[in-house]
């Protein structure tokens, strides 16, 4: 991780997992979970190999694994397995993003420095279907330790597989996020992390902290190396960045969604695409942001935009 931050003026991140699916024909809503996409890891991990192959040969440093709604609890729920085989699931999603990093390589040998895996970990939400995804009301109803707990059987599978850096992200709650800077710094002092807050204005979280407060409260963690914002509108963005410019924090990372907003009830997007998310990318860059990729309804030909304009802003600067 160290290499690539240092090499690389921007780095790129991939683009939304389930959104490629669903380009695919696949149905990621079909079993009424919150397992979403990653329930392809047991039904059909070679197309989540793909997926991963496609985001690299689109331009992206970083790929994501498919595990963000990962979670033991439905896995055993869902499939009738043990939680042992469930989380044995969890760590498939590491080895086939290898894979996939495997396969590129050999293709692109002169690629330097390597791309890197990051381990998907989404909020509490992604639990059960009992809690609204993308309002943190979840933290008015728990406690502390519950979030830690349900984060941590996962947070150790992902770094037993061999994650680069965890990427700790749609977080929608000032709360949440420290329990999870907490639970990294007590449990897990070796391990490196992104935690990026799921924001619903240009100076909130979803559940309404400030950003720059809860960006400035994580970023006190060793553990975290980079902080920012995904899964939110990209007109908000540049906004969420200046409000934090005047608080200590770790480098940004950012990648938006479409700004279109999921209705959890039907299980879809509502709300107008905002097809111009190249256009905000090199003000991103001046307002700080180290890591620029894209979240829910951003595709491979996305991440090939925003390399391009990376490329460029770093050519202006040599």
């Known amino acids: 991780m160290d290499e690539l931050w240092k090499r690389k003026d921007v780095i790129v991140i991939d683009g939304g997992f389930a959104t490629e699916a669903q380009a695919r024909g696949e ?7 919150r397992l979403w996409s990653a329930r392809l890891l047991h039904s059909n991990p070679q197309l989540v190999k793909d997926i991963h192959l496609t985001y690299l040969k689109a331009g992206a440093d970083i790929i994501q694994t498919n595990t963000y709604s990962a979670s033991v609890g439905q896995f055993c729920q869902l499939l ?12 498939k999603g590491v080895r086939l993003a290898k894979e996939a990093r495997e396969e590129f390589l050999k293709e692109n040998p002169q690629t330097d420095p390597k791309p890197l895996i990051a381990g998907s970990v989404g909020p509490y939400a992604t639990k059960d279907t009992k809690y609204a995804p993308y309002t943190g009301s979840f933290v008015d109803e728990v406690t502390v330790q ?13 770094l037993d597989e061999g994650v680069d850096i965890l990427a700790i992200e749609a977080i929608p709650a000032q709360a949440e996020g420290e329990a999870i800077a907490d639970l990294l710094k007590n449990e897990f002092p070796n391990a490196k992390a992104w935690i990026v807050f799921a924001c619903k204005s240009s100076t909130e979280t979803c559940h309404g902290e400030r950003f720059s ?12 190396v ?7 509108a990209p007109e908000h963005v540049e906004g969420l960045l200046l409000s934090a410019k005047d608080v200590d924090h770790k480098p940004f990372v950012v990648y938006p969604n479409s700004g279109e907003i999921y209705d959890w009830r039907v299980r879809n997007w509502k709300g107008e695409r ?13 307002c700080g942001a180290k890591a620029i990729g894209g979240c829910c309804r951003q595709g491979p030909s996305d991440v090939t935009d ?13």
Do not use: F, P
């Open 80 to 91: 009738k397995i043990t939680e042992s085989e469930a989380e044995d699931i969890i760590r």
């Open 213 to 224: 407060e809860a960006v400035a409260a994580v970023s006190q963690c060793d553990q975290v």
């Open 274 to 286: 905002n097809d111009a998310l190249v256009r905000y990318v090199e003000k991103w860059i001046e």
């Open 306 to 318: 925003i390399k391009v304009v990376t490329e460029r802003v770093s050519k202006m600067k040599q």
């Open 27 to 33: 149905d990621i809503n079909t079993d009424g979970s």
């Open 226 to 232: 980079a902080v920012g914002v995904n899964c939110s």
């Open 146 to 158: 519950d979030m830690q707990e349900y984060h941590r059987t996962k947070i150790q599978c992902l």
